[in-house]
């Protein structure tokens, strides 16, 4: 039976499918992506979610059919570049996923065209460069050379001749490079003291992923989730073996390079889950990645379901702790207002808004949740090419916390969170915002 347009049957996105013959085929890629084109072309309600939309609507307008089939195939790939698989198109605006009969995933179709171009060796070897998280951040982390890094992205010579040379925009807000990294300074195990105490669907015992960004970049908030985690009771496990979680390649097209990342985890993620441990990380995407993406990548591996199945986002965790009355609510100061940026990733995953849940929690605050994309998207952002059109994805969000006359503000996703401190700066006189991570902020509340 066919399924009709605002049925209330749920989105199911479907296995990618990216190992059959097809997937690849320029042909047939070529005219699913005419078909799924035209589909989109006819509904436009996601025109307001990223450049993909816009790009290919203008396209479509300026084009002397003003149809699909009056744009030059060529062009199609002008849409897949400005894709940064946030979707969000599919899990919350588009009403013709499956169960729909024509079967829209455009997320699904952005990587296979992307994956296509990567076969076909179009891609940036900047591109390449900054997907490769585990040696560069390795590199840049390194004692001496992370201050090197750290000032070269402050300095106005070598920022124009990093647009020159790599395409990374002068202005694009960088991450800092720390030399005490989580994996070399923080103990790996914490609160061993403490007795686990197991709910229905938590161990009571939390293994970290420590993430690359965690461990290099933003270690302070590893290092506050630990201590939140350890005053309402729960032992950590820092698992500082893993390595990246693939989603900068997933976003590059380089699937083989993804599922070798993969493999290399599953067996860090796996003897944790044995050892009794639930698995949590401080960054939403690579959450996802083993929620959903790795999944819809390998849906008959019987591992990726364990991981799957034992990973948890750090407030989704956290509530269901508070539900079964495992959370200390003794907070010794309020936040005020607080303007909390609801990470793409995180919302995709369809648990609710567990952090802003959490955040309430705490006396004297005020919680203004923003749900809009911040247009980062790891690697978007800081390209020359697309951080114009980043800083116009996180005009609103940078508007809205203006506008909330917030004391705190800060995102799930730190990149996102420093992107919208960056456009935030941008859009107002007001003295520099630090964005801060939720865990830094209820670590603040509890005073601990």
Excluded at 238 to 247: E, H, N
Excluded at 304 to 317: G, H, I, L, W
Excluded at 334 to 359: E, I, P, S
């Amino acid at each position: 039976m066919a399924v009709r347009e605002g049925n209330l049957s749920a989105p199911e996105r479907q296995p990618l499918g990216w190992q059959e013959p097809a997937f690849l085929d320029k042909d047939k890629l070529y005219d699913e992506l005419e078909r799924v084109f035209d589909i989109c072309h006819g509904c436009r309600r996601c025109v307001n979610l990223c450049d993909a939309f816009p790009t290919l609507f203008d396209l479509v307008d300026e084009s002397d059919t003003l149809e699909v089939d009056g744009v030059d195939k060529a062009d199609y790939m002008k849409v897949v570049d400005q894709c940064f698989l946030c979707d969000l198109c599919a899990q919350t605006k588009c009403p013709y996923l499956p169960p729909h009969e024509w079967k829209v995933d455009f997320p699904h179709l952005m990587l296979r065209a992307k994956a296509f171009k990567f076969r076909e060796g179009d891609t940036k070897w900047r591109d390449r460069l900054i997907t490769s998280t585990d040696p560069i951040f390795d590199l840049l982390s390194v004692p001496g050379i992370n201050r090197v890094a750290n000032a070269a992205a402050k300095n106005d010579t070598l920022r124009e001749l990093g647009r020159k040379y790599a395409g990374i925009h002068p202005k694009a807000p960088l991450p800092p490079f720390e030399a005490k990294t989580v994996s070399r300074w923080q103990p790996t195990h914490s609160g061993t003291g403490l007795a686990p105490r197991a709910t229905e669907r938590t161990t009571g015992k939390v293994a970290i992923y420590v993430t690359c960004y965690g461990d290099h970049n933003e270690p302070k908030v590893v290092e506050d989730l630990v201590a939140v985690l350890n005053h309402n009771g729960v032992p950590v496990k820092l698992l500082k073996d893993a390595r990246c979680c693939g989603m900068p390649k997933l976003e590059l097209g380089d699937l083989a390079k993804v599922q070798a990342l993969k493999d290399a985890n599953m067996p860090v993620f796996l003897d944790a889950i044995r050892d009794g441990y639930d698995i949590i990380a401080p960054v939403p995407s690579c959450v996802l990645m083993y929620k959903q993406e790795l999944p819809l990548m390998f849906p008959d591996d019987a591992d990726v379901a364990r991981v799957k199945a034992a990973f948890f986002d750090p407030f989704e965790y956290l509530m269901l702790r508070h539900r079964d009355g495992l959370i200390r609510t003794d907070f010794q100061r309020g936040l005020g207002k607080v303007a909390y940026h609801v990470a793409c990733h995180q919302r995709v995953q369809n648990f609710g808004m567990k952090t802003r849940d959490f955040l309430q929690l705490i006396p004297d605050t005020e919680v203004t949740a923003i749900e809009r994309c911040s247009g980062h998207d790891g690697t978007y952002a800081v390209k020359e090419e697309t951080y114009d059109k980043a800083m116009k994805i996180v005009r609103p969000v940078a508007r809205k916390v203006i506008e909330s006359g917030a004391d705190t503000m800060g995102s799930d996703c730190p990149m996102a969170g420093r992107l919208i401190a960056h456009g935030v700066d941008v859009a107002s006189s007001d003295a520099h915002r630090e964005a801060e991570h939720p865990a830094s902020m209820v670590r603040r509340a509890y005073g601990i």
